[in-house]
């Protein structure tokens, strides 16, 4: 009997094979001309933090929870003609692929069992064999998209551009019913009534048709009374499934499960590529969305700081700190937690660094001196360097 190693030593094409977590598991020479990644910079990781494949208008097709992989996971193989991905020379290729799956009866045998073996080609060069399904994608963290069965859909030639900001608005309301009212105020705060009902009733109009042609069911958008409603079990959207991932990581992690939190944690902290509708920094209906999951984000990267902590991995802990004070520069707790792993590291000049950074952004951006429990490590990082046991405990997300 063939193994999935020899089917991608042999195959003709590029390939690499997945498994359970959609890390790489084998990766062919083929591969390894084709995107300049040797075998063993691959196993181990990933494959979206390898392919970081993007469909033709631009959308992420490799994200947690993928539509690719939630294919493989189901035992249905997956393909599509077209998309581009990225060489380590960070040069793009655009390509198609193909995949084949192993049976759920192989997978029972093996807890390491292969998913799926992922053929790469030349783009535009095969018949698409993309998994048809009626749940429209919707990218919300960062620049705003959709995609469905695979494809991205091309927003920017609506020729209706309010029904985009109103597409928008539903998803962030999703599965509530949306007063009409309340939509004129989101859309037309300044516009007679009778004037906006009638823009309204066009714009709700041509987005039904925009959904319909991208094949959802009729009733996707519907009307409720004097609301509307888009249905919420008719999308799938990327700020959801970001706080999915989050909430099975804490559960992990309050039972002590940390390497299973942070495989959540990291899926999690992919799907954050940008605030929520951040195209959108002036609209006052999604300002509340985007700060709740900006601080969930960040509430987030402490754990995953707490987590690489308690495994005594403190490189990657100063590395999410350091996250973190891109995002917040202002939160002190990661500063100190940053102080506190640096120290530990051995490198007490970075540390000392730190705390300067830290005084002097509080002192310009807040007019603070740091809390006095970071005033105490310092002095304890700097009269014992050779000391490790320099636990502040928690990190928390508290500004102060």
Known sequence: MIRIHEVIDLASDAAFAVNRRCHVAAWNQRAERMLGYAQDEVIGRACSDILQAVLPGGEPLCAPHCEPFRCFQSCQPHGIRSCRIRRKNGDWRTVGYSSLVTSTEV?????????????????????????????????????????????????????RKQSLTLLKYLV?????????????????????????????????????QQLRDLGMDHDALTTVGKAYLLRRDAICVDA??????????????????????????????????????????????????????????LEMLADMVQCYAARGDYAEATRFCRKALVHEPCRESFHAALMEYLARLGHT??????????????????????????QRLYRRIVTKPGVTDLSLGRVTTAAM
Not at 178 to 184: D, G, N, S, T
Not at 251 to 265: I, K, V
Not at 351 to 374: K, R, S, W
Request: aromatic share 10%.
């Open 172 to 208: 962030t309301q999703a599965g509530r019913p949306i007063h009409r009212e309340r939509i004129l105020d989101c859309l037309w705060p300044q516009t007679d009534p009778h004037r906006g009902w009638d823009r309204l009733k066009v714009t709700i109009s041509y987005l039904r």
């Open 107 to 159: 997978r029972r045998l093996r807890d390491d069992a292969v998913l799926a073996v992922v053929f790469l080609h030349d783009g535009e060069n095969e018949q698409e064999s993309t998994l048809r399904e009626h749940t429209l994608r919707v990218f919300t963290l960062g620049g705003f998209g959709l995609t469905m069965a695979g494809k991205g859909v091309a927003i920017d030639k609506w020729v």
């Open 349 to 374: 000049d970075q540390a000392i660094a730190q705390y300067n950074a830290c005084h002097q952004v509080l002192a310009q951006e807040l007019g603070v001196e740091p809390m006095p429990e970071t």
């Open 240 to 297: 959801e499934m970001f706080e999915k991932l989050i909430a099975e990581g804490r559960a992990l992690q309050f039972r002590q499960r940390n390497d299973e939190a942070l495989y959540r944690f990291n899926e999690a902290d992919r799907l954050y590529r940008g605030d929520y509708l951040e195209e959108d920094i002036f609209a006052d209906w999604c300002a509340e969305e985007r700060e709740r999951l900006r601080e969930l984000h």
